[in-house]
């Protein structure tokens, strides 16, 4: 029974001690304030209007060579 109970203890810390799990919680952590400074750079952009309208814009100027 110590040991398992040892065994145990050793996992415990080896999992402690594993850091490639904390990276991945620093990305998603990267990536969703990201995302939502997007909707928010995007939600400014669309002021007055709706988003579709200025996907539309944003289309026309890619497409032609006048942009309004």
Known sequence: MKNFLQA???STRGFLREEEGAQ???YALIIAVVSIALVVALKALTTGGSFTSFIDRVNKCLTTTTCT
């Open 24 to 26: 991945v919680v620093e």
């Open 8 to 10: 145990i203890g050793q």
